[in-house]
């Protein structure tokens, strides 16, 4: 049986609104020439569908969404005789800003891997909870919104490479290794690749990929990190001490990246966040 959601309006602007939510268990075809006034998401539950958009037509099997933003101009319809399908559609005053941030264009196909639902079971606890009229402020669907999307970000892949969540899992070994090792000052790229039995070449297209920077960047970021952990909380340590403590050889090299990270001198930062 179809089961189709339209929430009750918010009576405050929010910063991501659901318009509508729903599961189709036979879906007919639909031809938006002008495309849908809200940003759209469909996804295959069953069966196969195919969707047409900007001349490239994408076969929408087991897994697999697409994302559309706002009067995109798309077609999709069942294929060998058959397709269930969910959907969301969702508007709000960050809507556009967090799609572009996630790095999303007017239409993004998304596919994930077998064993990892929490996809679709996120669409399904929204629309059990939004049948359930139980959210009249709309907020409890804004954040479960904006979770759902985080999943498509880091569960969902848009080209052949292994979702987000997979990349990390391959470099988990060499995360908790730093976080073991970080105040050591003579670590280096060769050392963190080594972890990982790869090049630093390939460790830092990884980095790149997943943390936008390079490992020995993400390394400082640790040290910095864990010197603001400190600095409030071992008011008896020299801001010396603390800088060696995290990995760094000398005092003025702390104090100058930590300035230059924080915008703020350590010294500063102690005082502001000191008890």
């Known amino acids: 049986m179809m089961r189709r959601v339209v929430p009750a309006f918010p009576s405050e602007p929010l910063p991501l609104q659901l318009e509508t939510i729903g599961f189709n268990p036979d879906q007919e075809t639909l031809d938006r020439q ?13 069966g196969e569908g195919e969707l047409t958009v900007g001349g490239q037509t994408w076969k929408m099997n087991e897994r ?8 995109t101009p798309h077609l999709y319809e069942a294929r060998n005789g058959w ?25 993004e196909r998304f596919q994930w891997e077998a064993g990892n639902d ?4 996120q669409l399904f606890n929204m629309l059990t909870s939004a049948e359930a009229g139980s959210d009249p ?19 969902a892949r848009t080209d052949n490479r ?8 391959r470099i988990q070994v060499l995360l908790a290794w730093l976080e073991q090792h970080f105040a050591n000052p003579e670590i280096g790229l060769a050392d963190m690749a080594g972890q990982l039995g790869i090049g630093v070449r390939q460790l ?10 390079t490992a020995y960047s993400y390394l400082i970021q640790l040290r910095i990190r864990k010197a603001k952990e ?9 801001v010396r001490r603390i800088g060696e403590a995290v990995g760094f050889r000398d005092a003025s090299h702390f104090v100058s990246t930590f300035r230059q990270k924080e915008g703020m001198t350590p010294e500063t930062y102690r005082k502001l966040y000191g008890r």
Not at 84 to 101: D, K, N, P, W
Not at 118 to 121: E, V
Not at 162 to 168: A, F, G, N, T, V
């Open 34 to 46: 002008e495309g849908y006034p809200y940003f759209h998401w469909l996804q295959t539950l069953d």
């Open 64 to 71: 697999s969404g697409v994302l559309l933003a706002p009067f």
């Open 204 to 213: 830092n297209e990884r980095f790149r990929e997943l943390f936008g920077q």
């Open 137 to 155: 402020s709309g907020w409890q669907s804004s954040a479960d919104l904006y979770q759902f999307l985080t999943l498509l970000r880091t569960n």
């Open 230 to 238: 400190w600095l409030p909380s071992r008011p008896d340590w020299t």
């Open 118 to 121: 929490r996809i679709s079971d």
């Open 162 to 169: 292994p979702s987000m969540s997979k990349r990390l899992e």
């Open 83 to 107: 397709w269930q399908t969910g959907y969301i559609t969702f508007r709000g005053g960050m809507a556009a800003s967090i799609v572009q941030s996630f790095g999303w264009g007017s239409a």
